[in-house]
């Protein structure tokens, strides 16, 4: 059955597994290859500048992660589900089934920017205090893109209902919000939430630190 | 009489104004069983809840034996569904739509599958997406019987398909029923369609079921009667209920009778009433006479069935 | 015999003298009440404003605070953090024994009153006149951050004490030791300058080599010209303050007063350990700041499977596939 999943879903999204893919196996490269003409030179300079570069790998995987949990879910919800639902398992085994197909499709993208890194890196002249690090790099981005994947894939799942349920409490946060401000000005609850959320232990901690492929 | 379909007390209600009430409806197991109603009466969310797409609000389901939705699973694999609507995974092939559905059914048959691609004429790198609205229902039921399932639970399925496709998959199902012995659920609302190969109906009307009974029963209990009186008569006293009356020329009247039964020809002798003449009524003239009487029976109060 | 006329000027220069004495001491006087009148006045405008606020420290510890009462918080606040990191970095050395002044407002006065003090627009700073040669006044305007007023003060401070180092420690330092940036934010900036370090003494001390450590920070001139050029003044400022940690109370004052001996004894004088072992403590101490061999810690990754997982349950606990 995960074979057939998984063969499907290929179809479905073989074209942006492959962009993505590529993507991955670039980003590391162009990062690298960008700056380093003058690294030797400044390379305080260039780390700060792959620092920047770094701010890519999250966005990446929260494209990748995105738009597979979207591409995932598009055909049944064309289908009101009713495909799915009909088949002789169990529903809850059919949601793993496509999550892991789902994650077995994402792996390209990981193994390709893994690639990447190890490619950008090779033959570098680094001075004694500096490190390449690619498999950590790497390792990093497919923890990434496992959770992002996992948090789209449950919205990608949600029912119309439950999404309209969800846009209502956020609609309302956002009046509150708006209240809040007005009333006293100085507690602001979209940033409290916002930070509670990108902080750990907040759902999007992994994405921040530093995504750093040379580095002290 | 084992039951391929049961359910007892069954409610679901989609709207304020509109739910199935309390259906209880037994599908023998090896009938073709026609499931009529008017559009909207609920035969869709019936087979719906059926399926367990739907979840009830009360009352229960069993299918093939299993228990509806705790043993879902085990009930669907031996169950062919064509819905109401296209499922299909459109940007796949035909043939990766019967790649991807016989690996959740390990009954499938290659061969036959092979043997109907052929008979339907349908192409194997075609894109579902592409598909007539013809190939489509085709592919469907194609899918739905090389599964080689005990229970065929069609929804509309001839609806919009044209002659010749529609003479396509009806000889397919019958083939594969006849060979199979598997029990069908179809439900319509094109009634002269299932008259032709259905031997039990059920007929629906807003959310409740109207009457469930075999084909020849429905054959021979519903008739037409043209009769002659001169007396006030009592209905009420008939061996037989009496759906629709008319009053032709004279003293004569047209009667839609429901249970009837050759011997009951004597009650007209005693009665003082002459029959004239006994006719048999059509499946379509007989459901659209027993939901007339079912909506009369319902406006004045009267418990239907 | 001398004549009357002969002594009369004595006379007249024995009488003038102490009066000569006391119109000097009533002069100072006068000087004194003129200062002490300016400052009441600047005192009196702060109070008379009411929405201004002036934090004042005239010599170490000395505060004068004079503003509404967020605003007095607020100084109150930055002068505690003033006292602190100065104490911790200088230890109770002041600017100059003659006095030394900085006062911050916190309020954008009006123009005409700045006509008083001899504004230099450029800079954002006033000088108080009638203040001694030593003193020194910084004005910030438009804020009420302790943070800020703290920040303002301490530079104003520090500045004056870089500028009482030999003209060698001067040069070689190049600025004032950052002693307002955290710990933590100065050797990870440090250690970064230090880890790629692309001259030969630079890479050297990476290495482990303390000859080549001080050659890069320039406390010890190589006769080797190939050492490369020297790291930048942030390491050399880092490499300070390490020793003034190291050394405890008196090490700025040990610093400054050695500061005619050469670097190294100055350093060595303010760590209160030799030289070489100070680069060693120093070096060890801003290699530990590497980052880990991972970007990937284990409780970012328990994190993630354990949101991964509850996003799953989400999924699977919805009403359509439950």
């Given at each position: 059955m995960l074979k057939a999943i998984i063969s499907i879903q290929w179809i479905a999204t073989r074209t942006l597994v492959a962009a993505l893919a590529l993507t991955a196996f670039a980003l590391p490269i162009i990062s690298i290859r960008l700056g380093w003409g003058g690294a030797t030179a400044n390379l305080p300079l260039f780390l700060t500048e792959l620092e920047l570069w770094g701010l890519f790998y999250p966005v990446l995987a929260a494209v990748a992660a995105l738009i597979l949990a979207a591409a995932t879910w598009m055909s049944d919800r064309r289908g009101q589900h009713v495909y799915a639902m009909l088949l002789p398992l169990p529903r809850w085994r059919y949601v793993l089934l496509r999550y892991a197909a789902g994650l077995i499709l994402l792996a390209p993208v990981a193994v390709a920017l893994w690639l990447g890194a190890h490619v950008a890196t090779i033959g570098l002249d680094l001075p004694p205090g500096v490190r390449s690090y690619p498999d950590a790099i790497a390792a990093k981005f497919a923890i990434t893109l496992l959770l992002l994947f996992g948090i789209s894939f449950a919205l990608a799942s949600a029912s119309a209902r439950s999404i309209g349920i969800a846009i209502r409490i956020v609609g309302l946060f956002l009046a509150v919000h708006v209240a809040v401000i007005l009333l006293a000005?100085?507690?602001n609850l979209l940033w409290i939430t916002v930070r509670a959320l990108a902080v750990f232990p907040g759902p999007f901690a992994p994405l921040g630190g530093r995504w750093m492929l040379i580095d002290a | 009489m084992s039951l391929a379909i049961e359910t007892h007390g069954l409610s679901y209600r989609t709207s304020q104004d509109f739910g199935i009430e309390d259906l209880s409806i037994a599908v023998p197991a090896g009938a073709l069983y026609g499931f009529l109603g008017p559009n909207g009466c609920g035969k869709t969310t019936t087979i719906r809840l059926l399926l367990g797409l739907l979840r009830p609000d009360a009352g229960s389901i069993t299918l093939l034996g299993h228990r509806v939705p705790d043993q879902l699973p085990a009930a669907l694999a031996c169950t062919g569904v064509i819905p109401d609507r296209p499922h299909l995974h459109r940007y796949l092939t035909v043939a990766e739509s019967l790649d991807f559905h016989r690996a959740f059914y390990p009954r499938w048959d290659p061969q036959w599958a092979a043997q109907l691609l052929e008979d339907f004429r349908l192409?194997?790198?075609?894109?579902v997406a592409g598909l007539s609205k013809g190939e489509t229902a085709k592919l469907m039921l194609l899918l739905a019987l090389c599964q080689r399932p005990d229970l065929l639970v069609l929804d509309e399925p001839m609806d919009g398909l044209d002659p010749v496709v529609r003479r396509d998959v009806l000889a397919a199902l019958l083939e594969y029923v006849s060979t199979h012995g598997a029990t069908v659920l179809v439900s319509s609302h094109l009634v002269h369609e299932l008259e032709r190969f259905c031997d039990w109906i059920g007929v629906m009307d807003r959310g409740r079921l109207v009457v469930e009974l075999p084909m020849s029963e429905f054959r021979n209990g519903n008739k037409r009667i043209r009769v002659s009186t001169d007396i006030a008569l009592d209905v009420a006293a008939t061996p037989f209920t009496i759906l629709a009356r008319t009053r032709d020329a004279g003293s004569t009247e047209t009667w839609v009778v429901r249970g009837w039964e050759p011997e009951m020809t004597g009650w007209f002798d005693r009665g003082g009433v002459t029959l004239r003449d006994v006719a048999d009524l059509d499946l379509e003239d007989g459901f659209v006479e027993l939901l007339r009487a079912f909506r009369t029976e319902r406006a004045e109060g009267v418990p239907s069935c | 015999m001398r004549s009357a006329w002969q002594w009369g000027p004595v006379a007249a220069l024995l009488l003038a003298l102490p009066l000569a004495a006391r119109a000097q001491e009533a002069n100072a006087w006068r000087d004194s009440l003129v200062r002490i009148a300016a400052q009441v006045q600047v005192l009196h405008d702060s109070l008379v404003q009411g929405d201004s606020g002036t934090v004042e420290i005239a010599r170490h510890g000395n505060t004068a605070v004079a503003a509404s009462l967020s605003q007095r918080d607020a100084a109150l606040a930055a002068v505690h953090v003033f006292d602190s990191t100065t104490g911790r970095w200088f230890?109770?050395?002041?600017?100059s024994p003659d006095g030394f002044r900085i006062v911050v407002r916190t309020e954008q006065r009006r123009a005409d009153e700045d006509r008083q003090y001899d504004v230099d627009r450029k800079v954002g700073s006033v000088v108080l006149a009638g203040l001694p040669d030593t003193g020194r006044a910084v004005r910030v305007q438009r804020t009420t951050s302790p943070v800020f007023l703290a920040s303002t003060l301490i530079d104003g401070f520090n500045t004056m004490m870089f500028e009482q180092l030999t003209p060698r420690l001067h040069d070689w330092l190049a600025f004032a030791p950052p002693i307002t940036t955290s710990d933590h934010e100065r050797r990870n900036l440090a250690m970064y300058l230090l880890v790629t370090g692309t001259g030969p003494a630079q890479r050297a001390c990476v290495r482990g080599d303390v000859q080549g450590c001080a050659l890069a920070l320039d406390v010890r001139r190589g006769s080797d010209s190939s050492a490369g050029g020297p790291f930048p003044p942030l390491l050399r400022a880092d490499l300070l303050l390490t020793a003034l940690d190291i050394g405890g109370p008196g090490a700025w004052s040990r610093f400054r007063d050695t500061g005619a001996d050469g670097l190294e004894p100055a350093l060595a004088a303010a760590a209160g350990i030799p030289a070489d072992s100070l680069l060693v403590r120093w070096r060890a101490q801003l290699l530990a700041m590497r980052p880990t061999a991972s970007p990937l810690t284990p409780s970012i990754v328990v994190l993630a499977l354990g949101w991964t997982a509850l996003a799953l349950a989400g999924a699977l606990g919805a009403s359509r596939w439950g």
């Open positions: 000005p100085k507690v | 192409r194997a790198a075609q894109k | 230890s109770g050395a002041v600017p």
